[in-house]
Structures are given as structure tokens and as C-alpha cells.
């Protein structure tokens, strides 16, 4: 069964330039019945969405889609014994490699070009039945780097080309045991990580993919482990947090030892640390959390320089700290969640300035809070997560506006239809998520936006709404035509409202929100408009 969910939506220039449809549309029930299909990871490949499901019927097992039911298969059953446990697709030249277990293998490094017949073991990187357990896959250049365990060498690091041939241990960093390389990110063209080498602790380390170029950088805490996290590039640079005698704190590396400083002690309290996390860049700055000892877990911004490192707002003033979290560049402003004291866990924005830090709106209105969360920016909106405190978890939309701010799919009776992670993915102009909206249970949804009507953006408005925004009667006037129906629609493209040769209507019983007034004419024309009730 498909199920449409149509939601109007207009974009405005002193007037609408164009009205559309934004329409969820269930890809394919996978798994008939309640239970749903465990959608997980979808990934792009060339022009095809792939991820891992469960039909019901072969367990966990790689599937893949071209938007279409018909186009949405089962690539392989891998294990015909039970789930694959299929993690950390990634695409390589052309393919996806990937961990899986056939059962007969364990749990070994695969690959895929799509087919049946291309999905097939890589490496048996632990012979027999138990498990390499390939992990914490990144590609960098045409490698890809992860983390396995050969049953000699502990888990080490290894690169793969895409090749039985091309999949290799660089170094075995830790001689006595295992190193546990975690955290990689392309810096340079080279992979930069954290390891153990079972003499200097866990410390950055970097690698070409060759046994000569795989080093440790700096012994950043010589008394310990520094633990470096939370990579990010930035102006040509790596930074990430690490511990030290300072405590958890922002550095940052060009590649060399002597390069590797602490770049800001944020927290200046000995040994406390500022916990920095969540980087995120926005028009040439760098955004995250920090606490400084005094003002707690605050929204900071540097531009690369120390004195230009700075809380942009103290949020939660006093005793408090309002820890944004889930930040997301958008429209040249960072988006986030955060509590002021007043409101918990809302959605709010910044442009790097004490007075451009605002609260967006007040979701969950006198509830507990919205956490606003997943945010993916599609189609000049940005959308995401978030909960009202009527129906749990549900997908939203903003333009960055207080009214433009609103549940997608306001009419539907699904409850908590986004509890589960939503991943959201982009393919060919449809965004593509995870939801349970009707009852084939947690399902792959797309949204697509279908155009409805075009008006010129530079020519005179010829239908005016006003006053707008208003508390109750409308007033419509046209150019060169009377006014034979008005429609009013919620923002979830369910008609409230409609009345027939009036050129004004009431709307003080609507609620407070955003309404389309679809316009029809006795010259068969049809305009939209935006209109905001207070």
C-alpha cells in the first residue's frame, strides 16, 4: 500500500513567486505488517540509494532503490542463516565495501557493484569463522581506512583499495597487542586517527597507507593519553580536542610534531578542560560547544586566531548552561538546539553576534522541550526533528522565520511518526528518510515537490492579502478580476476554511500559524498567498 502525505507550501517575494506540493511518499512496504523493515544506512551509488533491510523473510540484507516500488530490491541474501550484520557502507571507485557476515565467514570485509553476482567477500581477513570485524570505515583519496583484527595482530590498522590485493595491514602500530585505531578524517590527503602503539598511549597518529608513512605525530600527553577527537579541517588546518595536563582542550595540527600546540585553553581552571565539540563551519568561521569554567557549556566561535576565540552568547545565563547541541550550517547562520533557562532544548540560530543569537521558536510551547535534531537542508529549507509535546517525534520544516517555522505533516494521526533515527539522504532531488507514518510500520519515505503554479518574481502582485500578518477578517484585492472561491489551507495542506464570492474572510478562530489562501477568480485564474494569523 502507498501512502501520500501532501503538504502546500509556497515560497513568498512580497508575494508568492511559485506554490508547490511537498508530497511523503512510502518507496515500498518491505516488511508487510507492523514491524517495519529496520531501513539503516542508506547510501549513494550511482543514481541508486543503497541500505540495509529486513523483509521479514531474509533477516538484515542488503537492498537497494531507484525511488521506485519496482525498483526497490533485495541485492543478496548474504547469510541464509540469519542477519548479515551489515555496517559501514562506503563507497570506493565505483562500489560499496562494507562489513558483513555470511556465517560461514564471520563477520569480514565485503564488497558490492549492485549485483547479485558483485556482492562478494573482499578478504577474509580473519580465516575461518570468526570474525575481522571491520570497523569505523573512512575513505580517504582512493582508500578506504579501518580498524580489523586478524587474530595475530590484535586490531590494527588496515587500508583496502577496493582489491583482495589492495587490502592491507600498513603497520602493525601496536606490537604487543592492539593499537585501536579510531576516529579517522582526510587531512592532507593522508588519513589522521588515534592510536595505541603500548608505549605512548592513545595519541594522533597519520598514514599514507604504506608502512613508512604510518606514524605517530606528537605524544601530546606524555604522562597519558590524550585522546585525540573530534576532528575537523579548518582553514588548512586539523583541529580537534585532547587531553592534557590542561584537561580536554582545542588544538590543532598541520601535520608535524612541532605544528601540534594546544591552540586555546578555553577552560583555564587547571586540569578541567572545556570539553570542545560539535565543530561545525559557517562563512568562514568555526562554531562549537565549549565551557570555559564559568559560564558552562556555551555556543564559542573562533576565526583561527586565539583573541578571535570567543562565547558568542552566554544563553542560559547565571548558574546554568544552555548546551547547543545538533549543530548545522544553514543559510549562513549555524542552527541548534539549545535552553535558555526558559525555554528546554529549542530551536535557535546564530550569525556569530551576541544580538544575531536568537531563539528561532518555541516548539514544544510550555512543554518540556523540542530537541530539534537531524537537521538536512533540502531544497533552500532546512528540515528536521522535533517534538511538540502532542504527538512525539515528527518531521519539521524552516525558512530560518518564527512563522515560517512548522510540522510538515500536521494532519497525520501516526504517533511519534520519526522516533527512530530518520537518516536522511539526498538522491535526485528527493530527500529520502526513515518513518512510520501509517501501518507498514517504520518504512523508507522520499519527499518530493512537484510545482503548482508560477508567477512572475519581478512582476506587480495581482492578488493583495491584507493586513498580513492579522488576529481576524481579510481583506483580498485583485488587479483585474472579482473573487469567486478563496481556500484557506494549513501549512500541512489540510483545507480549514473556504467561502465563495467574498473578497474578505475571518480567521480569527484558526490558531496561531501560517495559512496558504488559494485565490480562485471569475477570469479562471488562481493565485496563492501566505497569510499569518497572530
Known amino acids: 500500500?502507498?501512502?501520500?502525505?501532501?503538504?502546500?507550501?509556497?515560497?513568498?517575494?512580497?508575494?508568492?513567486?511559485?506554490?508547490?506540493?511537498?508530497?511523503?511518499?512510502?518507496?515500498?512496504?518491505?516488511?508487510?505488517?507492523?514491524?517495519?523493515?529496520?531501513?539503516?544506512?542508506?547510501?549513494?551509488?550511482?543514481?541508486?540509494?543503497?541500505?540495509?533491510?529486513?523483509?521479514?523473510?531474509?533477516?538484515?540484507e542488503l537492498?537497494?532503490?531507484?525511488?521506485?516500488?519496482?525498483?526497490?530490491?533485495?541485492?543478496?541474501?548474504?547469510?541464509?542463516?540469519?542477519?548479515?550484520s551489515i555496517t559501514e557502507l562506503t563507497e570506493l571507485n565505483g562500489k560499496l565495501v562494507f562489513s558483513a557476515s555470511d556465517a560461514s565467514h564471520g563477520i569480514?570485509?565485503?564488497?558490492?557493484?549492485?549485483?547479485?553476482?558483485?556482492?562478494?567477500?573482499?578478504?577474509?581477513?580473519?580465516?575461518?569463522?570468526?570474525?575481522?570485524?571491520?570497523?569505523?570505515?573512512?575513505?580517504?583519496g582512493n582508500k578506504v581506512y579501518f580498524q580489523a583484527d586478524n587474530g595475530a595482530d590484535g586490531s590494527e590498522l588496515w587500508v583496502t583499495d577496493g582489491t583482495t590485493e589492495g587490502t592491507i595491514m600498513p603497520k602493525d602500530i601496536n606490537p604487543t597487542g592492539s593499537s585501536y585505531p579510531y576516529g579517522f578524517i582526510e587531512y592532507d590527503g593522508k588519513a589522521y586517527f588515534q592510536a595505541d602503539n603500548g608505549t605512548n598511549g592513545y595519541e594522533l597518529w597519520v598514514s599514507d597507507g604504506t608502512e613508512a608513512g604510518?606514524?605517530?605525530?606528537?605524544?601530546?600527553?606524555?604522562?597519558?593519553?590524550?585522546?585525540?577527537?573530534?576532528?575537523?579541517v579548518y582553514n588548512d588546518l586539523l583541529y580537534f580536542r585532547a587531553?592534557?595536563?590542561?584537561?580536554?582542550?582545542?588544538?590543532?595540527?598541520?601535520?608535524?610534531?612541532?605544528g601540534t600546540t594546544l591552540f586555546a585553553e578555553i577552560n583555564p581552571n587547571e586540569g578541567e578542560g572545556s570539553s570542545v565539540n560539535e565543530f561545525t563551519e559557517v562563512n568562514g568561521k568555526l562554531y562549537f560547544r565549549a565551557n570555559d569554567g564559568t559560564h558552562g557549556y556555551e555556543l564559542w566561535t573562533?576565526?583561527?586566531?586565539?583573541?578571535?576565540?570567543?562565547?558568542?552568547?552566554?544563553?542560559?545565563p547565571g548558574a546554568g548552561e544552555s548546551f547547543p547541541g545538533a549543530l548545522y550550517a544553514y543559510n549562513g547562520k549555524v542552527y541548534f538546539q539549545a535552553t535558555d533557562?526558559?525555554?528546554?532544548?529549542?530551536?535557535?540560530?546564530?550569525?556569530?553576534?551576541?544580538a544575531g543569537t536568537v531563539m528561532i521558536k518555541d516548539i514544544n510551547v510550555g512543554g518540556d522541550y523540542s530537541a530539534p535534531n537531524y537537521f538536512i537542508s533540502y531544497n533552500g529549507l532546512l528540515y528536521f526533528v522535533a517534538i511538540d509535546g502532542t504527538n512525539g517525534s515528527e518531521l519539521y520544516v524552516t525558512d530560518g522565520t518564527t512563522a515560517g517555522t512548522t510540522k510538515l505533516m500536521a494532519d497525520t494521526d501516526a504517533v511519534s511518526p520519526m522516533y527512530y533515527i530518520p537518516f536522511f539522504t539526498i538522491l535526485n532531488d528527493e530527500l529520502?528518510?526513515?518513518?512510520?507514518?501509517?501501518?507498514?510500520?517504520?518504512?523508507?519515505?522520499?519527499?518530493?515537490?512537484?510545482?503548482?503554479?508560477?508567477s512572475p518574481v519581478n512582476a506587480a502582485p495581482q492578488a493583495t492579502v491584507y493586513p498580513n500578518p492579522t488576529t481576524g477578517t481579510v481583506a483580498i484585492q485583485l488587479a483585474n478580476a472579482g473573487v469567486q472561491n478563496v481556500s484557506v489551507f494549513s501549512i500541512a495542506g489540510k483545507k480549514v476554511l473556504e467561502v465563495q464570492g467574498q473578497a474578505s474572510l475571518d480567521i480569527s478562530k484558526l490558531s496561531q500559524g501560517v495559512y496558504i489562501l488559494k485565490i480562485e477568480t471569475d477570469t479562471n485564474q488562481v493565485f496563492f498567498n501566505k497569510i499569518v494569523k497572530q
Open 214 to 232: 604510518t606514524n605517530m605525530v606528537k605524544d601530546v600527553f606524555t604522562e597519558g593519553d590524550s585522546s585525540p577527537r573530534s576532528f575537523v
Open 63 to 84: 537492498w537497494a532503490t531507484d525511488g521506485t516500488e519496482d525498483g526497490t530490491v533485495l541485492i543478496k541474501d548474504i547469510n541464509l542463516f540469519g542477519d548479515s
Open 243 to 258: 587531553d592534557d595536563n590542561n584537561g580536554d582542550e582545542l588544538w590543532v595540527t598541520d601535520g608535524t610534531e612541532a
Open 108 to 140: 569480514e570485509l565485503w564488497v558490492t557493484d549492485g549485483t547479485e553476482a558483485g556482492t562478494v567477500i573482499l578478504k577474509d581477513i580473519l580465516t575461518g569463522a570468526n570474525s575481522a570485524v571491520p570497523l569505523f570505515f573512512k575513505k580517504v
Open 432 to 454: 529520502y528518510f526513515k518513518g512510520e507514518y501509517g501501518a507498514e510500520g517504520a518504512e523508507l519515505y522520499k519527499l518530493t515537490q512537484d510545482v503548482m503554479a508560477v
Open 302 to 316: 573562533t576565526d583561527g586566531t586565539v583573541a578571535g576565540t570567543v562565547m558568542v552568547k552566554d544563553i542560559f
Open 1 to 60: 500500500m502507498k501512502r501520500r502525505i501532501t503538504t502546500l507550501m509556497c515560497i513568498a517575494a512580497g508575494y508568492f513567486s511559485y506554490g508547490q506540493t511537498t508530497v511523503a511518499q512510502i518507496v515500498k512496504d518491505i516488511n508487510p505488517g507492523l514491524d517495519g523493515s529496520s531501513i539503516q544506512q542508506p547510501v549513494e551509488l550511482n543514481g541508486k540509494l543503497y541500505f540495509t533491510a529486513n523483509d521479514g523473510e531474509h533477516g538484515d
Open 341 to 354: 533557562g526558559v525555554h528546554n532544548a529549542e530551536l535557535w540560530s546564530s550569525d556569530g553576534t551576541e
